[in-house]
Each structure stands twice: as C-alpha cells, then as structure tokens.
C-alpha cells in the first residue's frame, strides 16, 4: 500500500471515522507516532487526527523540507544553546554576537537585537501548531448581539473597543493563574487610554494580543472565542516582530512569552509552550533579572566577544522607577522560574535554572513580595539577596522579610521542591555503588518537604477564592514532590514508606476543602493531578499482598474520582486536561 491514501473521484479528502486501514511502518504523522496510534497515513489530514480533534497536530516528516515541528525544535535547540551561552560565558563560543557594531569600546545592545536572529519569526514559519496585582473593577462591557466582523491578523491592526472590553473582561479574573505579574492597575490604566498609540506606546501589540488570545479562549461567548485563532496568529507574530525591535519595555515582551508559553502547555502543545518558555527564560537571563538586588554580584560580566579585561553589561535595564516596577521585576523572574520548573518536570526536559555556585549563574533575586507590599514601599533600600534558591533548598540563611510569604513565593519553592525531588528520584538504581549517600540526601529533601508543607496555609482558610485557589496550587505541588521522590522505588521493599499514597491522598482532600468557583485553573494541575492519579489507581489496584481491601478501596476509587472530576471541570478550557482524564477513565474502567 502506498504511504499516500488518494481519495476516490468525487469523495471526501479524509477518510471516515471509521476507517481501520494501517499505514506501512515509518509512514505514519508525527501526532500518530508520537501518541502511539494506529495511523492509517491519510493525507493531508490522517483519520486518527480528525477524531480526535488533532487536525492541527497532524504532519509528516517526509516531505521536501522541514515540518513545522522540526522546524520548531530547531529554534528551541538554538534558543538553549544561547541560555547556556548566558550560563557560563567564560567557556562557550557565542553563537549570536551582542555587540556585532562595537568598535572601540563596549556597546550595549537592546535584547531585540541579541535574539533576532535566534528566535526568527515565528508567527511566519510555523502553523498554528505548543500577581497576584490587585486588578481595578472590570470595563464596562459591551453586549454581544450580532456577530463581530471580521478581524485582521495583522496584529497591528486594533479591534473593535467594544471586542476588547469583552476581552478584558474575560482575562482579568484568570490572570493569577495565568502568571500575570505586571502591575494591574498601571496595566488596565494604559488599556484605558483614549488613544490608539498612546497605548500601544505603553503596551506593545505583543502583550495586547496575549491578553486578547486568553481573552478569546476563556470567554463563554461563542462569538468571541470564534476569534481565538486569529488572536494565536496576531501574539505569535507580533512577539517575532517585537522582538526585532527596542521601542517596546522588555519586560512586557517577557510577559507576552509568559502568557503565550501557558497557552500552548494548556492546549497540550508543549514544543511550542517550551519555545515561548525557553525565550522568556533567555530575555529574563539577558536581563540580568536573576540578580535583582544581589549582595554579591554588581551586574557586570565578561560577555562572549569582548576584549581581555573588557567588561560591559549584555542588557542594562534602568534602574526602576519606584517599587512597584521593581516588583514587577522580581515578579517577573520568579514566575519565569516557576513555570520553567514545573514544565521541565512535566516534559522530562532540564530546567534553565540549575546553575552551579561556583560558576556565578545563581539565583540572588529575593523572594517576591505582594504586588500591594510593592505599592507600600517593597524592601527597605538597603536589602540585599544572595543564593536564593540555593539557601532554600541546602538550608542556608535567608534574610527575613518582614510579613507572609507571597502567593508567587510559596509556588516557586514548590516548584522547586517538585523538580529537585523528580531529579532525586532518577538518580536511584538498585545496584548503586553508594546507597547510604544517596539516602542521606532523600531523608533531607524528604524532611524539607515536610516542613515545607508543615508552613502552608490551610486552603480552607484561604481570604478569598483567588488566594484559596494558588494555595491549592502549591499545596498539590508539595504532595506531589513527596509522590515523585518515591516514583522510582515504590516496590523497592524497605525504601516504601507509604508516604506516597498519603501525599496522594491529601491532595485529593485538598481538593474537598477548596470550593472552586472558577471555570479555569492554572494548567500545571494537570500534570500534578496526573501524579496523585497514578498512585491512587496503583494503591487500589495493587496485588493482594500489598493492595487496598474492601472499604479501603472504595475510599481510594472516591478519591481517585473527586481528582477525576476536577480534571474533568476544567477540559473546556484546557485540553491538556481533558485528555489525561479521558486516559485516566479508560484505565479506572478496567479496576
């Protein structure tokens, strides 16, 4: 059979649904293969990919160039080998020139520049493929009778008011759990600017089109959400150009990364959420955001290029204007951190943020504040941090800072926890030459964990639904660290403490005590409930030596039901999640 299915004189191009013809081995799509699927080969569009609603997804490699996805992993290898470049400067040949017109002396270039060539332009290569700030009431909204006209995917072009209220409207109760780290009320403040360009001079086209993409995505109006592709088109090809350019705050082009990176995870198109993550990474590290009030480090650093003993800064920002910029600033790095820790962990990838001590590429940002203890006054002037992360996680001295932990702190450090724990657990081997070493570092990270969610506020006595909810957050991240530590020893006798199973069991509690009020969840949950699942399906399921028994058992199904029936919530606006649960029923179907 040829690998190319030719439909009939006068039929459809597609196969039917019920189509059960295999194609020959090596010629199945990308989508197929990579999901395991019988592939029946169809072109352009194959039949598995239409009933499952990938169409999108669905490509072959055999073509006269490149696919979109290889095309895609190409820009992410080159993406990370200039992340790695920033990492260790001293040891790397620079692949991209920062200061390609420096005669005579250093010349700070704008990251525009610096990742021209690196990042390309997305928006035309490829198809459409993967603070909590204190927000001032919603625009007042605009009722949506006849259908909007069309709209150009020039990003450029600024739609209709009236569409952009509904927007706004749609975006701003979902913005915590979308890592929204600007300032709320300058944001809305620029939105609401009268003029067209004394906006976009505020707020790049970029960042409007991100917002407008989760704006379209999140509306419970057909007519808006009718426009969530053109707005994917509008964000994408707007960073490419943003980027080609210095006109625009590079913090709000990180922010547009941000929120296009959680777009693409939460539709499980994760090559294209790890491109946007791994470019936010790259301008945030071409900022020197990782070393915001460091006590050591004084924002100077031999770039790759310079002159023996020439030093200059890759990116100098100024210096910001008050303490809610500031804030913004270190917002902005540790929901950078956060993101690429938890995504790391879920695509089996490295995250950016692993550097060693001794080769300078550490975390010195402190922890961040509220975005309200910002607009209070934030740190006292001569506050300093040092080996942030490092601290946290070796049990070094951190200097204090007066008030709670911010919401953005609690989930850095889970995420933290849940990607430290992952690497752990992937160390282990049964046939170790030191087992006692690696036992003594899970007893520690094992009882940092512990102590860590000993520190968490119980969910049920959250303020508020928006705090209640990113507590929730970090509590099943927690669990969820203490499941991973245990993942590659769980039938290895003695090293099973049961821990797991109590950690998954928590977590579905958790579940119980948080009343979600919300039709959206941050889309890292997905990939945490999977966790909890997995050890609730093994625990119920396990032989009769070592599994649950009568009431025990049907303890364990209604809590594997409760993760179930959250997952199942929230399928409509994140795909992700609705197909780990539908995997996840077919195997609950078999116990």
């Known amino acids: 059979m040829s690998s190319t299915v030719h439909a009939p004189s006068g039929s459809s191009d597609h196969p039917t649904g019920g189509s059960s013809k295999r194609a020959p081995r090596g010629a199945a799509c990308l989508n197929c293969r990579r999901r395991k699927m019988r592939c029946d080969g169809a072109r352009p569009i194959c039949g598995q990919c239409i009933r499952t609603n990938r169409e999108v997804d669905c490509e072959y490699t055999d073509g006269p160039g490149p696919s979109p996805t290889q095309v895609l992993e190409d820009q992410i290898a080159r993406l990370e080998s ?10 790397v040949v620079p692949s991209v020139t920062l200061n390609p017109a420096a005669v005579g002396g250093a010349r700070i270039q704008s990251p525009s520049v610096v990742f021209t060539t690196l990042l390309g332009s997305l928006g035309s290569t490829s198809r459409s493929l993967l603070s909590r700030a204190v927000m001032p009431d919603i625009l007042p909204g605009a009722a ?10 020039d990003p450029l072009v600024e739609p209709p008011q009236d569409l952009v209220r509904n927007l706004i409207n749609a975006f701003l109760p979902h913005s915590a759990s979308l890592s929204f780290f600007l300032h709320g009320p300058r944001f809305m403040q620029a939105m609401q600017q009268p003029n067209v360009d004394n906006r976009r001079a505020q707020l ?3 960042l409007l089109n991100a917002v407008y993409l989760w704006g379209a995505h999140l509306s419970t109006s057909n007519a808006l959400r009718a426009y969530e592709g053109t707005f994917e088109v509008r964000a994408t090809t707007a960073l490419s150009s943003a980027l080609r350019e210095s006109r625009y705050s590079v913090i709000n082009l990180i922010q547009a990364e941000v929120l296009v990176a959680n777009y693409f995870f939460t539709m499980s198109r994760f090559l294209e959420g790890r491109y946007h993550c791994s470019a936010a990474v790259a301008l945030s590290l071409s900022c020197r955001l990782h070393k915001i009030r460091s006590a050591t480090d004084q924002g100077f650093d031999r770039v790759p290029g310079a002159r023996q003993g020439e030093q200059v800064r890759e990116y100098d920002l100024p210096p910001p204007r008050d303490a809610v910029e500031e804030g913004e600033r270190m917002r902005c790095f540790w929901s950078i951190y956060a993101i690429d820790k938890s995504w790391a962990v879920a695509m089996g990838s490295t995250s950016h943020f692993n550097g060693a001590v001794q080769s300078g590429f550490h975390v010195d940002t402190p922890w961040p504040l509220e975005m309200e203890q910002y ?4 740190f006292p002037p001569d506050f300093r941090g040092a080996l942030t992360a490092f601290n946290f996680i070796n049990g070094g001295s951190i200097p204090a800072v007066v008030g709670r932990e911010s919401q953005l702190t609690l989930r850095a450090k889970s995420a933290t926890l849940f ?11 049964s046939a170790r030459a030191n087992p006692n070493e690696f036992y003594g570092r899970f007893l520690a990270l094992d009882g940092l964990i512990d102590r860590f969610i000993a520190s968490l506020p119980p969910v049920e006595r959250a303020g ?17 660290a203490t499941i991973q530590l245990r993942s590659n020893f769980r039938d290895q006798g003695g090293m099973n403490d049961g821990k797991d199973l109590l950690a998954a069991q928590a977590a579905a509690v958790a579940l119980e005590h948080c009343n979600i009020t919300t039709h959206f969840v941050d889309p890292i949950l997905s990939i945490l409930w999977t966790a909890v699942a997995r050890v609730l399906i093994a625990s119920a399921t396990a032989g009769p030596s070592g599994g649950a028994r009568g009431p025990q058992r049907d303890a364990l199904r209604a809590m594997l039901d409760r993760v179930l029936a959250a997952m199942n919530r929230f399928r409509e606006t994140s795909p992700l999640m609705g197909m780990l649960h539908d995997g996840f029923v077919s195997v609950q179907g078999a116990m």
Not at 375 to 378: K, M, P, S, V, W
Not at 420 to 426: C, M, P, R, V
């Open 204 to 206: 790049s086209p970029a």
């Open 375 to 378: 607009e209070a006054g934030g």
């Open 419 to 429: 990607e430290k724990a992952t690497i752990l657990a992937s160390e282990w081997t």
């Open 464 to 480: 508020n639904p928006e705090i209640a909810l990113t507590t929730l957050v970090a509590h099943t991240f927690a669990r969820a």
């Open 144 to 153: 949506l009778g006849a259908p909007v006209p069309p709209l150009s995917p």
């Open 82 to 91: 200039r992340i790695r470049e920033l990492e260790h400067p001293e040891s």
